[in-house]
Every structure is written in structure tokens, then in C-alpha cells.
């Protein structure tokens, strides 16, 4: 019988787009001195998808390696978590679902509250899990980033699907009890339906994200959590990399803690290695950290992480996890590092040219150019119904 009471993460894998954008091309379009991209935000480059990848196919291959390895028994739920929806009705997971060739005794469903969906997945996964252990959830964060051309935004968009499977017995990370938790109703960042870009107030955004820290770890603490001194290492919402020191400084702050920058880049900077050249992934952001952090430390083995998971309108989670005994025996680094490897620069004109790509909305019969390598495409879309294909 599985222990319930040790719950996590069993598997994690990552997929990134077939196209990047070197902030070095953005710069020299826009005349920005590029130290304001590599030193300001923190950001070298952003994932670009191509024309036939959307939150289906890169969620469809974030998750297939996962199901490639430990097949599909015991999973009966699916929990595909984004802020960049492509329909109002149905769950982007049920693509996802039939592309990976999951069984019909499954239940899909798709959750949003901006970046901080994934963080809401992963809790409802493990309640089921709690409930009967010999269960596993497939929990899909997958999100592309996208704003105005020509915006401040635009230097931090960014595309990536995280996948992760939630099981009793995990052999990566315990996820613990108790979770600080924090809501305030602020428009910061948001996107009406009827727009493909978000709205955003860069400043405001930046201080509502610090109030959520605050707010979070305010609570995580009265709810009897570890103390700050315990983590080894620190999991922040990365819109971009920047943005975790910035709120990591905020955290010490508050709690009476030093700030020198050799103890903020001990307790992070291991988790900006993906997040810095793939940009902002949304809902995925928070755990292309942790794969960065696991696949890069020395031995994290029985140590504890702590997680800030931020999404924008809004909502935070502080949490905690341990690392468990054997973790490197389970990782993927090498197909991580093969991901983000194997995406093709582009220039900023064509960059251009796939952000201004829309389909029209006439319902008629639009292919879309066979442009990705990947397993999954986007084939086209035909009588208002999106058509993918698998090869
Ligand atoms: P901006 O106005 O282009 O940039 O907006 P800035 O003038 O604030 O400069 C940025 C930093 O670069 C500053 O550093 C400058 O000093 C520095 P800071 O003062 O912040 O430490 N700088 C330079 N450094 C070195 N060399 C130079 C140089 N020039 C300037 N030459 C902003 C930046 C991030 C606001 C903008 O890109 C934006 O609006 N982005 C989108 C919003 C965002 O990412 N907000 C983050 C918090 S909200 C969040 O995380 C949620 C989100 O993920 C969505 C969700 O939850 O769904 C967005």
C-alpha cells in the first residue's frame, strides 16, 4: 500500500518551442542598450512557437515522456492548468488526452488563475491522490506568453509546457503541509477575451507580486510552516529572472533576514537556468525553476525547498517540498537541456510575422505551414475546429 501521507512529484518533464528570439535581435530593433535585457530583466532569450505549436502540442509533448515511462495505469485524471486558453468551452487537456492515446476512464479538466494555476493543479492533484493512493494525476502547465509588439511586455514573453505526474511514494519531491495562501483583487495584468495580448501594468505588477510574497509567507507562517532558515533552496514564479531576486530580497527583508547578494544567488540562482533563456511560461514558470534546480545542484537529497507560486490578478501560494533519497536517478536533464538546444533562432522580422498570426474566424478550411519538428502539430484549423497530428 502507498503512503499517503507522502504525496509529490513522481516525474517532471519540459517542452519548449521550435523557433527563439535572442534578446540581442529585440535590442538592436528596438535600440534598447542590451544590458537593460541581460542585467535588468535577467532575460538572454524567449521561446517563439512556430505557427502549427500552440498550448495543446507543447503540453502533449511535455507530457509524453512521462507516459512513455511509467504508461498510463492509475492515472483517471488530468489537470491541464494555463492562462492562454484557445477555447472557452473545452479543456485543452482532452486534446492532450486523446493525442497521448489515454484511456476513457480519465476525467480532464482545464483550471486558470493566471501564472498560479499550476500551483492550484498540483494541490487538487494531491488531495486525489490523498483520497486513494493507488491513483496518479497527470498536472500539465502549459502556457504561451504574449503581448503588445512594441510594449515593455514584449522583452518578457516566452512559451514552455511543464508536465508532472502526482503520485503516493514520489520519487522527486514531498509536497508538504501547511500552504500560505494569499488573494488580493488588483488589476495588474490581465486579458479580456477578446484580446490575444495581455494588459499589463509593469510597476504594479512588480509591487502586487511583492505584496503576494508578504502576504503569503504572513500566512504560511501562522499556519506553522518551517522557518526561512530551513530552505536550501528557493522555487520563485519567474516572469522574468530578475523578478526572484527582487522578491527573494523583499522576503528577507520582511523577515529580518540579509540581503547580500551572495545568500539571494546561493538560495536561487540555480533556477533561473531555463527561465532566463525560454522567458515567461505562465503557469509553467515555478517548475521550470525546480527542474532547473534539480538538474543542476550538487545533492539536494533530504532538503527542503520552498515554492512561490504568483499569478497575476491575485493569487499566491508560499509551500514547501522535500527532496527526496535517489531524486537524480529520475531526472531528465539531458532531454531539458536537449529541449531548449534544439530551438532554431529566428530574426526579429520573422519573429514579427508569427506575433501578428491569427487565424481567421470565418470557419473556414486554414492549414497551418508544417513549421515544427516536434511530435505534435497544429495541422490546421477547419470548421472552427482546431485539427492536431502526431508523427
Ligand atoms: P520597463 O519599463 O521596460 O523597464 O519594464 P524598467 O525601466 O523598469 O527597467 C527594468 C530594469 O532594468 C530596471 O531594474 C532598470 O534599472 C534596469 P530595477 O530597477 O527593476 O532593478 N535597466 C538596466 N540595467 C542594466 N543596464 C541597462 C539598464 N537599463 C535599465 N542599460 C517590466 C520592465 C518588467 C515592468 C516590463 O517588461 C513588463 O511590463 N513586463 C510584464 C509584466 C511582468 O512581467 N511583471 C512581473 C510581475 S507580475 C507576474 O509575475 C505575473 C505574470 O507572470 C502574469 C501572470 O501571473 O499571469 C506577468
Redesign the pocket.
Known sequence: MANASAIGIHDLSFATTEFVLPHTALAEYNGT?I??YH???GQLSMSVPAADEDIVTLGAAAAAPIIARHGSDGIRTVVFAT?SSIDQAKAAGVYVHSLLGLPSATRVVELKQ???GATAALQFAIGLVHRDPAQRVLVIASDVSK?ELDS??E??QGAAAVAMLVSADPALVRIEEPSGVFTADVM??WRPNYRDA?L?D??E??T??LQAVEGSWKDYTEQGGRPLDDFAAFCY?Q??T??AY?AHRHLLNVTGHDTDDDRVTRDLGLTTAYNTVIG?S?TA?VYLGLAALLDQADDLTGKAVAFLS???GSVAEFFAGTVVPGYREHLRTEAHREAIDRRKAVDYARYRELHERSFPADGGDHPTPAETTGAFRLAALRGHKRIYETR
Open positions: 542598450d544590458g537593460k542585467k535588468g530583466i492562462e493566471a501564472c498560479y503581448y515593455p511586455g522583452a518578457t495588474d495584468f495581455a499589463v509593469g510597476q505588477s512588480i502586487a507580486y514564479h516572469p522574468f530578475k523578478m527582487k515567461n505562465y514558470s504568483y499569478g497575476s
